[in-house]
């Protein structure tokens, strides 16, 4: 069956950075589009970005300039690098693929920036 993992979220300072991980298997990882999303207390979950299969990515406005996705196909896993860490972008994690008829999530990862 499809699992998505994802790993990689801590506490940290406003400017610092993290790495987040989504290890997927259940899939055809190279040729699944992947996307980040994320939810914060009291918050509807919204799109972080998302990264097709050629490897192109698109954000949203909030996050651009200091968050990247990337995947390496070998290791079936998609990367969210992000930079510049605000109290906002404080929030649980989740990575996301929608494969055959289904719409599938990982349990996320929880994100806390803070001094």
């Known amino acids: 069956q499809v699992q998505l993992v994802e790993s990689g979220g801590d506490l940290v300072q406003p400017g610092g950075s993290l790495r987040l991980s989504c290890a997927a298997s259940?899939?055809?990882?190279?040729?699944?589009?992947m996307a980040w999303y994320r939810q914060a207390p009291g918050n509807q979950r919204e799109l972080v970005g998302a990264?097709?299969?050629?490897?192109?990515?698109r954000y949203q406005d909030s996050v651009k300039g200091r968050f990247t996705i990337s995947r390496d196909n070998a290791k079936n896993t998609v990367y969210l690098q992000m930079n510049s860490l605000k109290p906002e972008d404080t929030a649980v994690y989740y990575c996301?693929?929608?494969w055959g008829v289904g719409d599938y999530w990982g349990k996320g990862t929880l994100v806390t920036v803070s001094s």
């Open positions: 996301n693929v929608k």
């Open positions: 990264i097709t299969t050629s490897g192109t990515t």
């Open positions: 259940g899939i055809i990882f190279r040729v699944s589009n």
